[in-house]
Structures are given as structure tokens and as C-alpha cells.
């Protein structure tokens, strides 16, 4: 069974708390630049980890220091609270990484 979309209006108001991360379409994305490569792939080892966890898995581009991710419920075919509540995490461990 998938996830429910999130209506405009819980979208608009999750992304007020999300203020790093910007919509487009049916996906969310934030980019984040490291210290140093190293720190980028530790914070997606860190993402990854939860992610497992959650069994739901952002997109992820790694341009040397810089790490994009995406978030869009596939099965669902838009956004959900799943991935505000993954938004949240990823800012919870870059806020850490700093």
C-alpha cells in the first residue's frame, strides 16, 4: 500500500519548517557543501543509515564536496510525510556534520 500525497497545502507548510529545500514538481531537493570529501561521503553514509532504516531512499549526487539529495515518494507518485520526515533527518545530520 503507498504512502497518501501530501495536499498543496501540507506540501506549503512543510516546506516553511524545510527552508534549505526546494520543490520541484513532485520532488524535494537540498544541497549541502562539506568541509571536505570525506565529510560528504560521511554524511551520505549517515543519510543512508536512516534511510535503511525508514526503507525510503533519497536520490544522491556527489560532486566532490557537494551533495545533492532528492526526495519524491516513487510509489506514491509525488511527495509524502515520508519525505518531509526524511527532509528533516538529512538537515538533522548535516546540522551535525558542521
Given amino acids: 500500500m503507498s504512502e497518501p500525497k501530501l495536499t498543496e497545502a501540507e506540501l506549503t507548510e512543510a516546506l516553511t ?16 557543501e562539506a568541509e571536505t570529501f570525506p565529510a560528504g561521503i560521511e554524511l551520505v553514509r ?28 516513487h510509489d506514491s507518485g509525488g511527495l509524502t510525510a515520508l519525505d518531509v520526515s526524511q527532509a528533516r533527518e538529512i538537515d538533522r545530520l548535516a546540522a551535525q556534520s558542521d
Fill in 46 to 73: 549517515q543519510v543512508a543509515e536512516v534511510a535503511e532504516k525508514a526503507n525510503h531512499h533519497p536520490d544522491i549526487d556527489i560532486r566532490w564536496r557537494r551533495v545533492t539529495f532528492a526526495l519524491s515518494t
Fill in 17 to 32: 519548517e524545510l527552508s534549505d529545500w526546494t520543490r520541484s514538481g513532485d520532488t524535494i531537493t537540498r544541497t549541502i
